[in-house]
Each structure stands twice: as C-alpha cells, then as structure tokens.
C-alpha cells in the first residue's frame, strides 16, 4: 500500500525555522510531481478552497513556489530515497496552518494517482 508519511510540524517562534520532510512508502514504479500544500482550518470558507499549493518540484528538479514563501521556503527532493523536503525559514505567523505533501506516484503503465500525507501542524507564534 503507498503512503505518504510526513514529519517536522512544531511549534516555533517568528524569525524561526522548520524543515518538514515527506516519505514515499510501499510499491510503485514512480514518483512524478511532489509538493506541499498547507490548509488553515476554517479559511476554506473564505478563500473558496480548501488546500493552498506553497510549494511544487518536479521530477527534474524545477520547482514553483506561492508568492507569500519565496525567498523563505525552499523545497527539495531525493528521489533515491523517495522524499520531498520544505525548508522553512523566517517563518511568519500567517504562515500557521496544517502542512500536507502530495505526491502524482505512477503504479504502472495504466495507473497514476495523486497521494496525500495525513498532514503536519506548523504553528508560528510567541
């Protein structure tokens, strides 16, 4: 069964820094796109939808970030060992949320699904 298993959430001060990190378990054949997404609970209502992409890389290696994190999150991936990371540094309040990784993993030559995390809690606050 694939999962995807992440850790790192905490609790941290303004100016701090975090790295979460997201693991690819089971049997695949290939993991494509992976990336993060971070959902305030509640604000879905606001903003019409429910998870927000903070930041994506490809399996080659090119990556995309949200305007709010540039400059501040860096994602990365080793594919040797199936994970994706998100360094976080000068991490802000408004940068509170629960922090989900997703993953498109090929099964094989038919099938390719997309693949959540259960997520992580990354609180910012004094």
């Known amino acids: 069964q694939v999962q995807l298993v992440e850790s790192g959430g905490d609790l941290v001060q303004p100016g701090g820094s975090l790295r979460l990190s997201c693991a690819a378990s089971g049997s695949f054949f290939s993991l494509d796109d992976m990336g993060w997404y971070r959902q305030v609970p509640g604000k879905e209502r606001e903003s019409g939808k429910e998870r927000e992409l903070v930041a994506a890389i490809t399996a080659g290696g090119a990556t995309n970030y949200a305007d709010s994190v540039k400059g501040r999150f860096t994602i990365s991936r080793d594919n040797a060992k199936r994970t994706v990371n998100l360094q976080m540094n000068s991490l802000k309040p408004e940068d509170t949320a629960v922090y989900y990784c997703?993953?498109?993993?090929?099964?094989?030559?038919?099938?390719?699904?997309?693949?959540w995390g259960q997520g992580t809690q990354v609180t910012v606050s004094s």
């Open positions: 997703n993953a498109r993993i090929r099964l094989d030559v038919l099938r390719e699904y997309d693949y």
